[in-house]
């Protein structure tokens, strides 16, 4: 009995027959299969979105949260789980279409130098780096950033532009979170010349092929990676039409107007941009739209759209259950949340 409780033997996941990952103490499928660097569709990872879904052929998984909200009865009987939410109780094997795009950047870890960095708002700032090689990414992804000489945290932060393959330069924009180890560094300090480290690409915030309208919805320094997506649309000539919301705290937290209206003067189809304003001074001279973004959001709707979202969770949990409620299938809504470590501890 005792030899048989020490001998026990590690679970093995299996995706699509490759090569079995193993599979980690408490490990849900989507933490083992990142870990190994598969890229395994995602978005939301608490189980709010359907975007890891997969089907289980062989095993059985303890799920951590109820997935019948999100699965439709005809999924679940034919054996759809949540990859984000399911941990295997031994070994399992699943079938998933994986995120081709994403898999296609191989990551890579560069040294680099700040070469600019300057304001946008009083809270977020802008850095321009420059590494030791181009470094592919889809327009949306994201990079892990360290400045070793002066923090010991790594923070993960969107390229805020669209790639540039004869570039070797990248943008980011960070936010300064109170008592943030690296933000506060950034905020703070004069990087001008301060040595780097950038990892990445990850993530599968990019926009998807499809003729359906773009509804995209960013809160802020969540518009670097809707900006960067845009900017590539733009690039790569898409046809199709844009309404962009952009939530934001009063006027002095809008940034990065005149590039917004350059991708909207020349877009090739209707483009659309609001800026919505939560706690703005009754006594201003601003003429647009207040209050949230979920106060705007079902007027411009029509339930054919498919939904690009970055910024606070409490903007993009809102913003989703509007979607939703609006016909918009999960399957059609991105999003990536940006959560700070203390957000995570709590």
Same mark, same amino acid.
């Given at each position: 009995?005792?030899?048989?409780?020490?001998?026990?033997?590690?679970?093995?996941?299996?995706?699509?027959?490759?090569?079995?990952?193993?599979?980690?103490?408490?490990?849900?499928?989507? $933490?083992?299969?990142?870990?190994?660097?598969?890229?395994?569709?995602?978005?939301?990872?608490?189980?709010?979105?359907?975007?890891?879904?997969? =089907?289980?052929?062989?095993?059985?998984?303890?799920?951590?949260?109820?997935?019948?909200?999100?699965?439709?009865?005809?999924?679940?009987?034919?054996?759809?789980? &949540?990859?984000?939410?399911?941990?295997?109780?031994? #070994?399992?094997?699943?079938?998933?279409?994986?995120?081709?795009?994403?898999?296609?950047?191989?990551?890579?870890? $560069?040294?680099?130098?700040?070469?600019?960095?300057?304001?946008?708002?009083?809270?977020?700032?802008?850095? $321009?780096?420059?590494?030791?090689?181009?470094?592919?990414?889809?327009?949306?992804?994201?990079? #892990?950033?360290?400045?070793? #000489?002066?923090?010991?945290?790594?923070?993960?932060?969107?390229?805020?532009?669209?790639?540039?393959?004869?570039?070797? $330069?990248?943008?980011?924009?960070?936010?300064?979170?109170?008592?943030?180890? &690296?933000?506060?560094?950034?905020?703070?300090?004069?990087?001008?010349?301060?040595?780097?480290?950038?990892?990445?690409?990850?993530?599968?915030?990019?926009?998807? +092929?499809?003729?359906?309208?773009?509804?995209?919805?960013?809160?802020?320094?969540?518009?670097?990676?809707?900006?960067?997506?845009?900017?590539?649309?733009?690039? +790569? +000539?898409? =046809?199709?039409?844009?309404?962009?919301?952009?939530?934001?705290?009063?006027?002095?937290?809008?940034?990065?107007?005149?590039?917004? #209206? +350059?991708?909207?003067?020349?877009?090739?189809?209707?483009?659309?941009?609001?800026?919505?304003?939560?706690?703005?001074? %009754?006594?201003?001279?601003?003429?647009?739209?207040?209050?949230?973004?979920?106060?705007?959001?079902?007027?411009?709707?029509?339930?054919?759209?498919?939904?690009?979202?970055?910024?606070?969770?409490?903007?993009?949990?809102?913003?989703?259950?509007?979607?939703?409620?609006?016909?918009?299938?999960?399957?059609?809504?991105?999003?990536? %949340?940006?959560?700070? =470590?203390?957000?995570?501890?709590?």
């Amino acid at each position: 009995m005792l030899s048989r409780f020490f001998s026990k033997q590690p679970k093995m996941l299996t995706i699509n027959g490759a090569q079995p990952i193993e599979v980690k103490n408490k490990e849900t499928i989507l $933490q083992a299969a990142l870990r190994a660097d598969v890229a395994f569709p995602h978005s939301c990872r608490v189980g709010g979105c359907a975007g890891c879904k997969c =089907q289980l052929d062989e095993g059985t998984v303890r799920e951590l949260t109820e997935s019948s909200y999100i699965l439709s009865s005809q999924e679940l009987s034919q054996g759809y789980i &949540l990859a984000c939410q399911a941990v295997p109780r031994d #070994n399992v094997s699943i079938r998933v279409d994986l995120d081709t795009l994403a898999q296609s950047f191989e990551v890579s870890r $560069q040294a680099g130098k700040v070469s600019k960095q300057w304001k946008l708002t009083h809270d977020i700032t802008a850095l $321009q780096i420059t590494l030791a090689d181009n470094m592919p990414y889809a327009s949306g992804q994201y990079a #892990n950033l360290a400045i070793p #000489n002066l923090s010991n945290s790594v923070r993960s932060y969107s390229f805020a532009c669209a790639y540039d393959a004869s570039s070797h $330069q990248v943008e980011l924009y960070i936010k300064h979170v109170k008592g943030g180890a &690296l933000s506060a560094v950034v905020h703070e300090q004069n990087l001008v010349g301060e040595e780097v480290v950038l990892d990445g690409p990850h993530g599968n915030f990019y926009l998807r +092929d499809s003729d359906a309208p773009i509804v995209c919805i960013a809160g802020g320094s969540g518009l670097a990676p809707v900006k960067a997506l845009l900017e590539q649309a733009k690039k +790569d +000539d898409e =046809q199709r039409d844009v309404t962009f919301v952009f939530g934001a705290r009063t006027q002095q937290d809008l940034y990065c107007l005149n590039e917004i #209206n +350059d991708i909207s003067q020349s877009w090739p189809a209707n483009f659309k941009f609001i800026p919505v304003l939560s706690d703005e001074p %009754k006594d201003s001279n601003w003429q647009g739209e207040k209050g949230y973004v979920t106060n705007i959001l079902p007027s411009l709707l029509t339930g054919e759209e498919q939904a690009y979202l970055c910024g606070p969770p409490a903007m993009i949990d809102s913003s989703v259950q509007v979607l939703r409620n609006h016909s918009i299938p999960s399957n059609q809504i991105f999003f990536d %949340k940006f959560i700070s =470590q203390a957000h995570l501890a709590a």
